[in-house]
């Protein structure tokens, strides 16, 4: 009679423990996208294509665009082990930090002979410093280092950009702190206001950086940081007239994601037909010959032509190397006037090398 009472026992745990393990969901890894062609949509509205409203992000892997309206963030706040804060170098955003402290005292008479905002027709040198350092390097932002002593951290004016047809809004005055939960605490009012308001912004090691409007607090305006490669948009970038270099606003412009460790190879050829059949015969053998770079702008606006008409330069396509270690190859369709494309919804095509 024991001995059965044991056998019963023994099957009853082991029923429970199946039944347990059975409750437990497995974990499913997708494979990377073998590849896509796929139509960006930078337009959020009625707006001229050269001005494009949206930010497009896309994933290779997943075949994921991700629309985020460059008017829709403020500034970004970085999630890493340092305090950094950047402008939305989309909207062409510019600021001045000033030797004060207290917001309180700043006004509209601190903002006097202040331009915060460069000209397409004659952009100056020393107006590079009103912006975030172009090749996304981080210790080199505009906004000086969050400083674990408040004191350090000064009142800074900011012009929130109208970069690419985007409407001018009034200036903002604002001071940036370390939280006591890890995050930020940022100090905010329009420039000719006594009274400033709070936000609190926690730091997510999801993501590169948190965002904030100043009309919507916290928002989304990045995917994170796993789960984009390319950023197509208008930004501020940084050229040279002959005369030092200079910030200048450029449409169609493509950024890596240098931060998650994308990598990024050109491919020119003698014509368009040659870059055809190249990209077409382009394998995994052809990868150990070449040579990828970390670089934020690693295609910029190396893509397409505006002169003598817009369109895709097609002698061309760039290899990518996913955070993931996915490697794809890429190349536009159409963009332009000049290809039969449509400026402000690019048309790529991109397949993972095997």
């Known amino acids: 009679m024991l001995r059965l009472q044991k056998i019963i026992l023994a099957a009853a745990v082991a029923a429970t423990f199946t039944a347990c393990k059975k409750d437990v969901d497995p974990i499913i890894i997708l494979p990377p996208s073998t590849g896509a062609q796929v139509e960006l949509n930078g337009i959020a509205g009625s707006e001229a294509g050269s001005s494009a409203g949206n930010s497009v992000y896309l994933d290779l892997s997943t075949d994921k665009q991700t629309v985020s309206l460059r008017a829709g963030w403020d500034l970004g706040f970085y999630c890493g082990t340092d305090f950094k804060v950047i402008l939305n170098n989309t909207i062409s955003a510019a600021v001045k930090v000033l030797t004060s402290n207290d917001i309180t005292a700043v006004g509209a008479a601190d903002t006097v002979g202040l331009v915060l905002a460069t000209s397409q027709t004659n952009p ?162 052809s990868v150990t010959n070449t040579t990828l770079v970390n670089n934020r702008w690693a295609i910029g606006s190396s893509w397409r032509s505006t002169q003598p008409a817009t369109g895709a330069r097609l002698d061309r396509f760039y290899i990518i190397k996913d955070a993931a270690g996915n490697y794809y190859k890429l190349k536009c369709l159409d963009m332009g006037i000049a290809d039969g494309g449509t400026r402000g919804k690019p048309k790529f095509k991109y397949a993972l090398i095997k």
Do not use: C, M
């Not at 012009?159 to 370390?178: E, M």
């Not at 905010?188 to 090691?205: C, M, N, R, S, W």
């Open 124 to 285: 100056l040198p020393e107006q590079l410093p009103w912006f975030d350092n172009v090749a996304g390097d981080l210790t080199k932002t505009a906004i000086p280092a969050v400083s674990a002593t408040d004191a350090d951290n000064k009142v800074i004016i900011l012009n929130r950009g109208t970069g690419g047809g985007i409407a001018a809004r009034p200036w903002i005055k604002l001071r940036v702190l370390r939280n006591t939960s890890g995050g930020y605490t940022l100090q905010y009012a329009g420039i000719q206001e006594v009274t400033f308001k709070t936000l609190q912004i926690p730091k997510d090691i999801l993501y590169h950086f948190k965002f904030i409007s100043f009309e919507n607090g916290v928002v989304d305006a990045q995917p994170e940081k796993e789960k984009w490669d390319l950023v197509w948009s208008y930004s501020v970038f940084e050229t040279n007239f002959g005369a030092g270099a200079v910030p200048y606003n450029f449409s169609d412009l493509i950024a890596v994601n240098y931060l998650s460790g994308v990598t990024v190879a050109t491919k020119i050829y003698a014509n368009a037909a040659t870059a055809v059949t190249a990209f077409d015969a382009f394998n995994k053998d």
